[in-house]
């Protein structure tokens, strides 16, 4: 039972952590109908530069600080130098240009450190278990990663629901001239937004480091959850990333973690061991089927939030 | 002569806007039947589910006797309800030619032909060149789409809806943008094409509505507010109020 | 293209001749490498004629063509692995298995368009790649060797470079002749319509789903058939073949070369391999200068290569 629990929070981290991936990549596309594959490798540059800036500074809190604002930065310049020219024009355009990016930063980051990846150890004060339930003791880190993206998800509800920022955002999405006509910045404002997604992917990937991985390509593999994500959930809908990617999350960690066994019940031991693995993989495509079998725009679509 | 289209009780709603109210219509085989109304009265809307493009939220339309309501667009269009579209929506990376025998060859069985080039075959290219012909574009055949103009664009969508040799034509407002030569011309192959087809036609033109319709409809705020013969509806006051009032108002 | 003394013919006629008397000059002196490189070249350009159908001529973006090289090269090597040598099953099951898996993605995603298309794809294709990744018994994430190449009857024999360059070149062009033939024809046509204006094509009557389908199940089969081919190249399958960002390579491919063109897809595939070759000669790192320059070709060359041979005739 304990384990249930463990997984199931595990479930909920997991979900959370591809929530912060995923709102960011949503919010570009809803927006600015930009489609960025180097998302991923904004959540890469958080990683590697928090496991910079924490060495360097000796201070978790503070490599933390400086590592999310770099990536921010690095998300503006990106925005203004290439994303500008991209916006208007055909979908596979933006398809191909920023796997071009891609290409270019996995090459840098590369360069940079070299090809062996980093790691980014955890500060006595968060690597230790916490006692939620008499009996389960969770790790402190994990549950802290729950409550910070719990309130990223708070303040971008708050962000794009009751502030005149966030109505602009809503606004652009459903007709970017009218704001424009009514003498907004739309420049500027793209940059925010663009920032702000690449704020996001920069802190899920700086926080799942100590615990996951720091290493080149690390973007894409996850990115593609953050697409299933977006796809299930419907693009430009952060509920409806928030509530896929909780889905994605639970399915994915419960999947890997029980689903060998009810497989072991079912099949002889020899092909259970064969087949779990591809199988539990397997398991958020099909919910991505069935979506799309049921709802073809996604569960929470348009520009609804 | 019996209803070739007839629409019973059609509505839509948009969230809070009624885009068609309990819409009732019946257009005999061989009438050029005419929609006008304001803007915002719900006519390429109305056009829209009688093709098939969109689903109303209740009503029937029924053509040549059978209930299509359900239909999706394509199989209305074989059927031999063919719409032309007020916005231009034609293959502009594809020659004017090819766009019509995309026309042609929709009618002319399936496609699942991989084989011979469709481009050499008389079946598809002949249709296509009468139908070009019939709208004055002849000339411009090899050209590519989108280099012919806004008038010639208006032909193109006309030459397409007729190459799939339908009984009825939706005409969503055919003549706009057009110069007055080129409204001319266009009034001119309708009256011709009126004597072969059964038309519904959407247009704001008043002029080429009196010309040609047999009968109109005035829709406002997705209702009809009247309908009948062309002196009947210049003459009715309700009319005039909402619709062709403005209009004179803004001829004077 | 206009007239034979045009720019782009007398480009085609002289890439076309210098791959057939590639191994020619192999025999007589030239670098054995060469062989190796333009063989590779040669598999990856019928990839790529496959991917044009459905992206350029098509217009369906489709993110996940290399799962099809997997499925093929698959197909080849488990078979090869559990005893079965023959072409003659080998590659009628490549070709079957690459069209099942065309028809079960493309029956989903095809419900979908744009960017969902792409995004769907792509998460369909990286599902096979971990599905064959998990396969332990198949070599998993280390792929697996194939010791025997698919046999036929003599006198084919595939272990012979000469004589498996000439095969593969023979293939790619009755591809690319399969290609121009089913573009041109009523299907093509319809394909073609349905990508410059879909709402129009169901408008008119086309019912297009069940076209674009199939499109997408000729493309899957064809690159299948590369994926047999890279198999018995490499004598090694393995999942990084099917990893989305060698799909990438296939788009850049098409792309870069010139789409809803014959020729294009070959134009590509020479000159991102060889420049891969080349800039990998002056530095490690040279993907840094390959991003860039993939977006350069994006925002400054859209007609990729074809497009630039037929600007210059008429420049």
Same mark, same amino acid.
């Given at each position: 039972m304990t384990l249930f629990i463990e997984q199931c929070l595990n479930g909920l981290q997991f979900g959370l952590l591809l929530f912060l991936l995923a709102a960011g990549l949503t919010l570009v596309f809803g927006i600015m109908d930009l489609v960025n594959l180097a998302h991923g490798s904004l959540y890469m540059l958080g990683a590697y530069f928090a496991a910079t800036f924490v060495a360097w500074t000796g201070s978790f809190v503070f490599g933390v600080v400086l590592a999310l604002g770099a990536t921010l930065m690095v998300g503006m310049v990106v925005e203004v130098i290439v994303m500008r020219r991209l916006y208007g024009r055909d979908h596979l355009d933006h398809v191909l240009g920023t796997f071009g990016l891609i290409l270019f930063f996995d090459e840098l980051v590369r360069l940079i450190w070299g090809p062996e990846g980093l790691t980014l150890p955890l500060p006595s004060w968060l690597n230790t278990s916490v006692q939620i339930l008499p009996g389960v003791d969770y790790s402190a880190y994990k549950l802290s990663i729950i409550v910070v993206s719990l309130a990223v998800a708070a303040f971008l509800y708050v962000l794009v629901m009751r502030t005149r920022v966030g109505m602009l955002i809503r606004a652009g999405a459903s007709n970017r001239e009218m704001v424009g006509a009514l003498g907004v910045n739309i420049k500027l404002l793209y940059t925010l937004v663009f920032g702000l997604g690449a704020a996001l992917a920069g802190?899920?990937?700086?926080?799942?480091?100590?615990?996951?991985?720091?290493?080149?390509?690390?973007?894409?593999?996850?990115?593609?959850?953050? +697409?299933?994500?977006?796809?299930?959930?419907?693009?430009?809908?952060?509920?409806?990333?928030?509530?896929?990617?909780?889905?994605?999350? +639970?399915?994915?960690?419960?999947?890997?973690?029980f689903f060998p066994d009810l497989l072991r019940m079912v099949l002889t031991k020899e092909a259970a061991s064969t087949a779990a693995p591809a199988l539990s993989s397997m398991l958020i495509y099909l919910l991505m089927a069935i979506v799309l079998v049921v709802k073809p725009e996604g569960l929470f679509s348009a520009s609804g939030k | 002569m019996a209803d070739l289209l007839r629409v019973e009780n059609l509505a839509k709603r948009f969230g809070g806007i009624v885009a068609t109210d309990d819409l009732i219509l019946n257009i005999p085989e061989g009438?050029?039947?005419?929609?006008?109304?304001?803007?915002?009265?719900?006519?390429?809307?109305?056009?829209?589910?009688?093709?098939?493009?969109?689903?109303?939220?209740?009503?029937?339309?029924?053509?040549?006797?059978s209930?299509?309501?359900?239909?999706?667009?394509?199989?209305?269009?074989?059927?031999?309800?063919?719409?032309?579209?007020?916005?231009?929506?034609?293959?502009?990376?594809?020659?004017?030619?090819?766009?019509?025998?995309l026309a042609v060859q929709a009618h002319a069985g399936h496609s699942f032909h991989f084989w011979r080039n469709a481009r050499q075959e008389a079946e598809l290219r002949d249709p296509a060149r009468a139908a070009l012909a019939r709208v004055g574009l002849s000339a411009r055949a090899d050209l590519p789409a989108s280099a012919i103009s806004h008038g010639e664009h208006r032909q193109l969508e006309l030459a397409m809806a007729l190459a799939c040799r339908?009984?009825?034509?939706?005409?969503?407002?055919?003549?706009?943008?057009?110069?007055?030569?080129?409204?001319?011309?266009?009034?001119?192959?309708?009256?011709?094409?009126?004597?072969?087809?059964?038309?519904?036609?959407?247009?704001?033109?008043?002029?080429?509505?009196?010309?040609?319709?047999d009968?109109?409809?005035?829709?406002?705020?997705?209702?009809?507010?009247?309908?009948?013969?062309?002196?009947?509806?210049?003459?009715?006051?309700?009319?005039?109020?909402?619709?062709?009032?403005?209009?004179?108002?803004?001829?004077? | 293209m206009s007239g034979w003394l045009s720019v782009r013919s007398i480009a085609i006629v002289a890439l076309v001749l210098a791959l057939v008397l590639l191994p020619v000059y192999v025999e007589l002196g030239g670098s054995r490498f060469l062989l190796t490189l333009f063989t590779r070249i040669i598999i990856l350009a019928l990839a790529a004629v496959s991917l044009n159908l459905i992206l350029g001529y098509g217009g369906m973006m489709s993110f996940g063509h290399a799962a099809y090289l997997g499925i093929g090269g698959y197909a080849v090597g488990i078979l090869a692995h559990e005893g079965v040598s023959t072409g003659f099953v080998q590659w009628p099951v490549a070709l079957a298995a690459s069209a099942l898996f065309a028809l079960v993605i493309g029956a989903l995603s095809l419900r979908t368009r744009g960017v969902y298309f792409i995004m769907i794809t792509l998460a369909f294709a990286q599902m096979a790649y971990y599905i064959v990744a998990g396969l332990a018994r198949?070599?998993?994430?280390?792929?697996?060797?194939?010791?025997?190449?698919?046999?036929?009857?003599?006198?084919?024999?595939?272990?012979?470079?000469?004589?498996?360059?000439?095969?593969?070149?023979?293939?790619?062009?009755?591809s690319m002749y399969l290609v121009w033939r089913i573009v041109n024809s009523r299907f093509?046509?319809?394909?073609?319509?349905?990508?410059?204006?879909?709402?129009?094509?169901?408008?008119?009557?086309?019912?297009t789903y069940r076209y674009k389908l199939t499109c997408f199940v000729i493309a899957g089969t064809l690159c299948g058939l590369a994926g047999a081919l890279i198999?018995?190249?490499?004598?090694?399958?393995?999942?990084?073949?099917?990893?989305?960002?060698?799909?990438?390579?296939?788009?850049?491919?098409?792309?870069?070369?010139?789409?809803?063109?014959?020729?294009?897809?070959?134009?590509?595939?020479?000159?991102?391999?060889v420049l891969e070759e080349v800039l990998s000669g002056i530095t490690e790192y040279w993907q840094i200068i390959l991003g860039p320059l993939l977006l350069l070709v994006v925002l400054f060359a859209r007609g990729g290569i074809d497009g630039l041979l037929g600007k210059v005739h008429h420049g």
């Open positions: 802190l899920a990937g700086l926080m799942q480091a100590p615990i996951l991985t720091v290493q080149i390509g690390m973007g894409e593999n996850i990115l593609i959850l953050a +697409f299933v994500i977006t796809v299930i959930g419907g693009i430009g809908s952060i509920r409806g990333a928030l509530v896929a990617a909780i889905l994605v999350g +639970f399915i994915d960690t419960l999947g890997r973690a | 009438e050029l039947h005419a929609v006008i109304g304001p803007n915002g009265a719900g006519k390429t809307t109305l056009i829209a589910q009688l093709s098939g493009q969109l689903a109303p939220d209740s009503g029937r339309i029924y053509f040549a006797g209930d299509i309501t359900a239909e999706p667009m394509h199989a209305r269009s074989a059927l031999g309800l063919a719409r032309s579209f007020q916005i231009t929506s034609l293959f502009l990376d594809l020659s004017v030619l090819d766009n019509v025998a339908p009984r009825m034509l939706l005409l969503d407002e055919p003549m706009a943008g057009l110069g007055p030569e080129e409204s001319s011309r266009m009034v001119a192959t309708l009256r011709e094409l009126k004597k072969e087809l059964t038309i519904l036609l959407v247009e704001h033109d008043m002029e080429a509505v009196f010309a040609l319709a009968r109109i409809t005035v829709l406002v705020y997705g209702g009809v507010i009247a309908s009948g013969k062309p002196e009947d509806i210049r003459s009715n006051a309700q009319v005039r109020e909402a619709y062709l009032g403005e209009q004179e108002a803004v001829h004077a | 198949y070599g998993g994430d280390d792929g697996l060797t194939i010791y025997k190449r698919s046999q036929f009857v003599a006198p084919i024999d595939l272990s012979n470079k000469v004589e498996f360059y000439y095969i593969c070149l023979a293939l790619l062009v009755g093509g046509l319809a394909i073609q319509g349905a990508r410059s204006n879909d709402t129009r094509m169901r408008a008119i009557g086309f019912p198999a018995n190249h490499t004598d090694f399958v393995s999942p990084a073949m099917m990893y989305w960002t060698r799909s990438g390579d296939l788009i850049i491919m098409v792309v870069l070369g010139g789409m809803a063109s014959t020729f294009g897809p070959l134009f590509g595939a020479v000159a991102l391999l």
